[in-house]
């Protein structure tokens, strides 16, 4: 009997005490966290437009360049020259994969992509949201939609070549910024 | 011998052993699934060997001290409470410090966590010895999974992409072997590794000791 109420007692102390320290230490890094989180996303969104902010003060660079419009709950992020940026979020192979997409003022061509975060596994699926990989997607047209080519050689201008070994983030990646900008698109002309 | 002048008799016993002939990966086959997994490149080898490395000595240094408080009915229940809690407040730590760092081993935190040789370290040393050799058990196994990772990695980098650590060093010529970055590669290179360290460790295969 007093065997299994050490054990108790040790559980719930050791439990507690974890817990508590989870606890203050969620609390104490969370500003920090949220503050980086916020200066990643400008970053990212100046990235997918192609603004380069190396060495300036980011939120200088971000409140001269990008006009933010608030539509609903979703975010619209425009430049002044009529280009537009959106978040895109969905589900890759392992998990979300969260980023930032601009297309030019044809609201048809992508300008850029940059990658939030994701958690595909190293060295297979992630090499499909590699930057290197990443700027080939610019350029090419959404419509009628946006086809990652996996086996084959990707030709068209709405096609982009796949990564071999990658299929899965592949095909993922394409639906995501297939089903994103579609309702993106639809939000920025009716609101005109 | 100089290394068993420094760590002592049974220090330098714990650290061949760890090393080489109990080697975690091929002597008790653990930490397969992340070998396998994050070995098709070496600079993911390399992140994912450190934050082991790192997560081992954490956990080291907490199960050893606390053994003799451990009831032996929660010791796996504990492991785990001490294991998740530590990286998961590293990890905190890091984002709000270091965030570049914490953002490169984002992908691996889950894989850390989980690893089989964590547990199976703190199952089979920690909780029964103490800190010093604790600590000096995590660095050998540490070391171990560290080698045979990059080993591996560097093969599999070099004929699936023809890169070493993101360099080509093979002329653009080489047709990849995109097998080699697949999982197919992965189980061919680990089984040959098992079988020569097996061979040359004199580690018998499991089931006929």
């Given at each position: 009997?007093?065997?299994?109420?050490?054990?108790?007692?040790?559980?719930?102390?050791?439990?507690?005490?974890?817990?508590?320290?989870?606890?203050?230490?969620?609390?104490?890094?969370?500003?920090?966290?949220?503050?980086?989180?916020?200066?990643?996303?400008?970053?990212?969104?100046?990235?997918?437009?192609?603004?380069?902010?190396?060495?300036?003060?980011?939120?200088?660079?971000?409140?001269?360049?990008?006009?933010?419009?608030?539509?609903?709950?979703?975010?619209?992020?425009?430049?002044?020259?009529?280009?537009?940026?959106?978040?895109?979020?969905?589900?890759?192979?392992?998990?979300?994969?969260?980023?930032?997409?601009?297309?030019?003022?044809?609201?048809?061509?992508?300008?850029?992509?940059?990658?939030?975060?994701?958690?595909?596994?190293?060295?297979?699926?992630?090499?499909?949201?590699?930057?290197?990989?990443?700027?080939?997607?610019?350029?090419?047209?959404?419509?009628?939609?946006?086809?990652?080519?996996?086996?084959?050689?990707?030709?068209?201008?709405?096609?982009?070549?796949?990564?071999?070994?990658?299929?899965?983030?592949?095909?993922?990646?394409?639906?995501?910024?297939?089903?994103?900008?579609?309702?993106?698109?639809?939000?920025?002309?009716?609101?005109? | 011998?100089?290394?068993?002048?420094?760590?002592?008799?049974?220090?330098?016993?714990?650290?061949k052993n760890g090393i080489w002939s109990e080697h975690p990966i091929s002597s008790a086959t653990l930490g397969?699934?992340?070998?396998?997994?994050?070995?098709?490149?070496?600079?993911?080898?390399?992140?994912?060997?450190?934050?082991?490395?790192?997560?081992?000595?954490?956990?080291?240094?907490?199960?050893?001290?606390?053994?003799?408080?451990?009831?032996?009915?929660?010791?796996?229940?504990?492991?785990?409470?001490?294991?998740?809690?530590?990286?998961?407040?590293?990890?905190?730590?890091?984002?709000?410090?270091?965030?570049?760092?914490?953002?490169?081993?984002?992908?691996?935190?889950?894989?850390?966590?989980?690893?089989?040789?964590?547990?199976?370290?703190?199952?089979?040393?920690?909780?029964?010895?103490?800190?010093?050799?604790?600590?000096?058990?995590?660095?050998?196994?540490?070391?171990?999974?560290?080698?045979?990772?990059?080993?591996?990695?560097?093969?599999?980098?070099?004929?699936?992409?023809?890169?070493?650590?993101?360099?080509?060093?093979?002329?653009?010529?080489?047709?990849?072997?995109?097998?080699?970055?697949?999982?197919?590669?992965?189980?061919?290179?680990?089984?040959?590794?098992?079988?020569?360290?097996?061979?040359?460790?004199?580690?018998?295969?499991?089931?006929?000791?």
């Open positions: 009997m007093k065997e299994k109420i050490c054990m108790i007692v040790f559980v719930l102390i050791l439990g507690s005490t974890w817990t508590t320290a989870l606890v203050v230490v969620d609390k104490y890094t969370r500003p920090y966290i949220e503050k980086y989180q916020a200066e990643k996303l400008r970053k990212s969104v100046l990235g997918a437009f192609g603004i380069s902010y190396e060495g300036q003060d980011i939120e200088a660079v971000f409140s001269e360049n990008v006009d933010v419009i608030e539509k609903g709950d979703k975010t619209i992020y425009r430049t002044k020259s009529g280009a537009i940026a959106f978040n895109i979020t969905g589900s890759g192979s392992q998990g979300p994969i969260s980023g930032v997409m601009a297309l030019e003022s044809d609201l048809k061509t992508i300008k850029g992509i940059t990658i939030v975060s994701h958690v595909e596994t190293p060295g297979l699926g992630d090499r499909v949201l590699e930057k290197k990989k990443l700027d080939t997607f610019k350029g090419k047209k959404i419509v009628p939609q946006l086809e990652v080519i996996v086996a084959g050689t990707a030709e068209k201008e709405n096609e982009v070549q796949g990564i071999t070994g990658a299929t899965l983030t592949s095909k993922a990646f394409e639906k995501l910024i297939n089903t994103e900008s579609k309702e993106y698109i639809s939000l920025v002309s009716e609101g005109e | 011998m100089l290394l068993k002048t420094v760590f002592g008799a049974k220090g330098y016993k714990v650290i397969i699934c992340s070998a396998l997994a994050v070995s098709n490149k070496v600079e993911n080898a390399i992140a994912m060997s450190a934050g082991v490395v790192f997560v081992l000595l954490l956990t080291g240094v907490l199960i050893s001290l606390l053994r003799k408080l451990i009831p032996s009915r929660v010791r796996i229940i504990t492991y785990m409470i001490t294991i998740a809690s530590g990286v998961t407040i590293v990890d905190l730590a890091l984002k709000a410090v270091v965030p570049t760092i914490s953002e490169a081993l984002g992908p691996y935190v889950g894989l850390i966590i989980t690893n089989c040789i964590i547990m199976g370290r703190a199952e089979a040393f920690f909780v029964q010895n103490d800190t010093y050799h604790s600590i000096l058990d995590a660095i050998a196994n540490g070391l171990a999974y560290t080698y045979t990772l990059v080993t591996i990695a560097i093969i599999r980098e070099i004929l699936a992409f023809g890169t070493l650590l993101g360099f080509q060093i093979l002329p653009g010529t080489w047709m990849s072997w995109a097998i080699m970055a697949a999982p197919a590669g992965a189980f061919f290179l680990l089984g040959t590794f098992l079988w020569v360290t097996r061979t040359l460790a004199d580690i018998e295969p499991p089931g006929k000791g």
